[in-house]
């Protein structure tokens, strides 16, 4: 059975039983206890494969919301946002002009950090300019890896990387185009969330078998 198939069957498992998961099905070490919307990210995002260009914008501009802080810290602010950010339409984020940035910055419900608010416009102008020289950011992204997810089976934390030579290169190429909050850590997490690389725990109940 492909990873793809054994992932998707995982997930429809997760997503129809009338009983979820007990709070003690093994997870990935680095969830914390107590968090039922961290979990759900767990068990239903992070290291799926993505494909979708309004999605892989979407959390490159939380990952890299994410720098110095916790993911959770963002997760709980990912509705604030999509509200703030017309729901990580790239076009639109693209013509946002100083004003409506700087209404974002005192009322909206995300970080506000100045620097990281007003890199989401440049970020969106990069990001529809890969679009429009390899037909999708999609088939831009999914270069750095071959075209199929990394499976790596750490059998600890200590063993997950912070970065790698994909990463790095991507974050390098992706600096060259224009983008800001891309440096190689972030841009790692960026891989892991987005299914390129799958860095699920050997003993969490989504590692690939």
């Given at each position: 059975m492909s990873f793809a198939l054994q992932r998707e069957r995982a997930i429809h498992h997760i997503m129809t039983k009338d009983i979820p998961p007990s709070s003690d099905t093994a997870r990935c070490a680095w969830l914390p206890a107590g968090k039922p919307d961290y979990t759900h990210y767990h068990d239903t995002e992070w290291g799926v494969p993505v494909h979708d260009d309004?999605?892989?914008?979407?959390?490159?501009?939380?990952?890299?919301?994410?720098?110095?802080?916790?993911?959770?810290?963002?997760?709980?602010?990912?509705?604030?946002?999509?509200?703030?950010?017309?729901?990580?339409?790239?076009?639109?984020?693209?013509?946002?002009?100083?004003?409506?940035?700087?209404?974002?910055?005192?009322?909206?419900?995300?970080?506000?950090?100045?620097?990281?608010?007003?890199?989401?416009?440049?970020?969106?102008?990069?990001?529809?300019?890969?679009?429009?020289?390899?037909?999708?950011?999609?088939?831009?992204?999914?270069?750095?890896?071959?075209?199929?997810?990394?499976?790596?089976?750490?059998?600890?934390?200590?063993?997950?990387?912070?970065?790698t030579p994909e990463s790095d290169a991507l974050s390098k190429d992706l600096k060259k185009r224009g983008m800001s909050f891309v440096g190689s850590t972030i841009i790692y997490a960026y891989m892991q969330a987005v299914g390129l690389v799958n860095d699920h725990l050997h003993d969490c109940f989504l590692a690939p078998r």
């Open positions: 309004r999605l892989l914008f979407e959390m490159l501009i939380l990952e890299g919301a994410q720098a110095g802080l916790s993911w959770y810290t963002i997760l709980k602010r990912r509705e604030g946002y999509r509200t703030a950010f017309a729901h990580f339409d790239p076009v639109l984020c693209a013509a946002l002009d100083d004003d409506a940035l700087e209404r974002i910055l005192v009322s909206g419900d995300i970080i506000r950090n100045r620097l990281k608010v007003f890199s989401v416009r440049k970020n969106a102008r990069a990001f529809l300019a890969i679009q429009q020289e390899f037909g999708s950011f999609d088939a831009y992204l999914w270069r750095f890896v071959g075209g199929v997810p990394k499976v790596n089976r750490p059998r600890t934390l200590k063993a997950i990387p912070a970065s």
